[in-house]
C-alpha cells in the first residue's frame, strides 16, 4: 500500500488535507495523526475491521488496549456506560489535554478496542489538528501510538514513517509533538482511583483532585511474570531502541567512573546535555538535568537515535522520579528492560 503524505500545519490553511484524512478515516483506513503526546495511529473507534488493522499494522499483541480520543463531552457519553462524577471533575480541569481516564465500556465499542476488558480508555487531546480531525469527521478516534509494537514511540511524521511506511493509508506531517511521552493513564473504575501510567499530567496534579490516588505498582516496577497487570501495556519491554540500554543509578562522578572502565566497542552513554565532552564514549543526550520536560520531550528522539549510531549497549543516567520526571523515568526503565546497577 502507499501511505499518503497530507500536511496539515493550520487547520484553517490546510482543510484540503485535513478532510482528505477524514474521508480515509470514515471509510474505514489508517492515518497517523499528531497529537500533543506522540503521534497516533488512528482509525473509527466503530469499525471493528480497521481496528483490527491497527494491531496488523503495529504487531501489536492483542491483549494490549487502545486509547479512544474525542472532541467533546458528548463523544465520550458515546463510549462509557456510566460516567463517574470524579470523571466529570478530571475532564474539566486536564481536557483538553495529555490525560486518559479508563472508564466503564459502553455497548457501542468493540471488545477489540478494550482487548476484551470491560473498560474503554478516553482522551480529548488538546492539539489543534488531532482536535479538528475528530471534530469533522464526527469520529471518536482509537489510536495507540503510531510505532511498530516495541519500538520507541513516534514524536515525528519522519518516525511514523520509519516505522510505519507502506503500513498505513496516510500520514499527517505536522509539528513536532510538544509533550513527547504517552498521556498520563488512571483508572476511574476502581477505589481509590489508581495512575496506571506517569505522563505529562503529573501525580501531584493529580492529588490536588483526588487526594487519595494510588500508583500502580507497574508504574516502578517490573510487573510480576505470569500476574495480571491493571495497565496491560505496562508489561512489556517498550519504547526500547535495538542497543541492550543499561541504567547506572549515581552521582556524575560515580557514572563517569564505570562508563570509563565498562565501555567496550559500540558503547554509547545516554546522558544530559553538557556532559557529553566529559566521557571517554560517543554520546547522545536527552535534554538538561532539572529540566524534565526537556527530557520528556526529546527522550524517544534519543532512543532512535543510539540505534542510527549503530549503538550496542548504552550506558544511561536514572531521571528524577517527581513531576513529569516520573513518566521520563517510567519509559526508560522499560527502554532498559528494567536493568539497572546502583553506584
Ligand atoms: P498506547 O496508546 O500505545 O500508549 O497504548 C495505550 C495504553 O493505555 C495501553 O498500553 C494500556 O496500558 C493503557 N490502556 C488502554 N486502555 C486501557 C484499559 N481499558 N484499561 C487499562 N489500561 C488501558
Ligand atoms: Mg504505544
Known amino acids: 500500500m502507499q501511505t499518503e503524505r497530507l500536511t496539515v500545519f493550520d487547520v484553517e490553511k490546510d482543510k484540503e488535507a485535513l478532510l482528505r484524512a477524514a474521508e480515509i478515516l470514515q471509510n474505514g483506513g489508517l492515518v497517523g495523526i499528531p497529537t500533543e503526546t506522540v503521534y497516533g495511529l488512528a482509525a473509527n473507534t466503530f469499525d471493528e475491521k480497521a481496528v483490527a488493522d491497527i494491531f496488523a499494522a503495529k504487531g501489536r499483541p492483542q491483549d494490549n488496549p487502545l486509547i479512544v480520543h474525542v472532541s467533546d463531552m458528548e463523544m465520550v457519553k458515546d463510549l462509557v456506560s456510566e460516567l463517574p462524577e470524579k470523571a466529570v471533575i478530571c475532564a474539566e480541569k486536564f481536557w483538553p489535554g495529555p490525560f486518559t481516564m479508563v472508564l466503564p465500556r459502553g455497548e457501542k465499542v468493540p471488545k477489540s478496542v478494550s482487548a476484551g476488558l470491560d473498560t474503554v480508555a478516553v482522551r480529548m487531546p488538546s492539539n489543534p489538528v488531532a482536535h479538528e480531525l475528530i471534530k469533522v469527521s464526527g469520529l471518536p478516534l482509537a489510536a495507540p501510538s503510531a510505532n511498530l509494537s516495541g519500538s520507541p514511540s513516534p514524536t515525528t511524521a519522519e518516525h511514523v514513517l520509519f516505522d510505519l511506511d507502506g503500513r498505513i493509508d496516510a500520514v499527517i506531517v505536522s509539528d513536532k509533538c510538544d509533550v513527547g511521552l504517552e498521556s498520563t493513564v488512571i483508572s476511574l473504575c476502581c477505589e481509590p482511583p489508581r495512575l496506571l501510567r506517569p505522563g505529562g499530567v503529573t501525580l501531584e496534579q493529580l492529588k490536588e483532585i483526588l487526594p487519595d490516588i494510588v500508583v500502580d505498582k507497574a508504574v516502578l516496577a517490573q510487573p510480576e511474570k505470569g500476574k495480571p497487570v491493571a495497565s496491560p501495556g505496562m508489561k512489556y519491554k517498550h519504547y526500547s531502541p535495538k542497543a541492550r540500554v543499561i541504567m547506572l543509578d549515581g552521582d ?92
Do not use: M
Not at 252 to 267: P, Q, R, S
Not at 292 to 319: I, M
Open 252 to 343: 556524575f562522578e560515580k557514572f563517569k567512573k564505570y562508563v570509563d572502565d565498562n565501555a567496550i566497542d559500540g558503547t554509547f552513554a545516554l546522558v544530559y546535555e553538557g556532559e557529553e565532552h566529559e566521557l571517554s564514549v560517543p554520546c547522545v543526550s536527552f535534554g538538561h538535568k532539572g529540566d524534565e520536560a526537556e527530557q520528556a520531550a526529546v527522550l524517544f528522539d534519543a532512543l532512535r537515535e543510539l540505534d542510527n549510531l549503530g549503538c550496542k549497549v548504552c550506558f544511561a543516567r536514572v531521571p528524577k522520579k517527581s513531576g513529569v520526571g516520573l513518566a521520563v523515568y517510567n519509559r526508560l526503565i522499560r527502554a532498559a528492560a528494567f536493568e539497572v546497577i546502583s553506584l
